[in-house]
């Protein structure tokens, strides 16, 4: 099951996917970035009612081997996190579709046209 892409989400050049409901976008990391970093052991997300910026930093994720910035794909405001992630960042790496990170409120809709398909994504992977 190497780097598992769903068809259903999008995804960033930064190993985030993105699952688009409306003008919710719930963010987390991929099966390929979970890989990655090897076993995540600490999980730090913003507060709920953050101001994020397309491509500025929301979060670290750090594992056994590094910290890493996690990328809002989009702008908007925070409107949710995963507070499970707090007492169990491991979830990041057993099930990367199912931990999401956080949930914004998307208030800039061309951003969502920056994300890529997944055959874009897989393109990434490959480089």
Do not use: R
């Not at 890989?35 to 507060?47: K, T, Y």
């Not at 101001?51 to 930093?57: N, P, S």
């Not at 890493?68 to 960042?89: A, F, R």
């Amino acid at each position: 099951m190497a780097n598992e892409i769903p068809k259903n989400l999008k995804y960033t050049k930064d190993h985030e996917w993105a699952l688009i409901e409306g003008d919710t976008v719930t963010v987390g990391i991929t099966d390929f970035a979970q890989s990655q970093l090897g076993d995540i052991v600490f999980v730090e997300l913003p507060e709920v009612g953050s101001e994020l910026e397309a491509g500025g930093t929301f979060g670290v994720v750090e594992s056994i081997k590094s910290v890493s910035d996690l990328y809002s794909p989009i702008t908007g405001e925070v409107i949710d996190t995963n507070k499970d992630l707090e007492g169990e960042p491991e979830k990041c790496n057993e099930t990367p579709y199912e931990s999401w990170l956080i949930k914004i409120k998307c208030t800039q809709t061309a951003d969502l046209e920056q994300l890529l398909s997944p055959e874009g994504y897989e393109k990434v992977c490959e480089e």
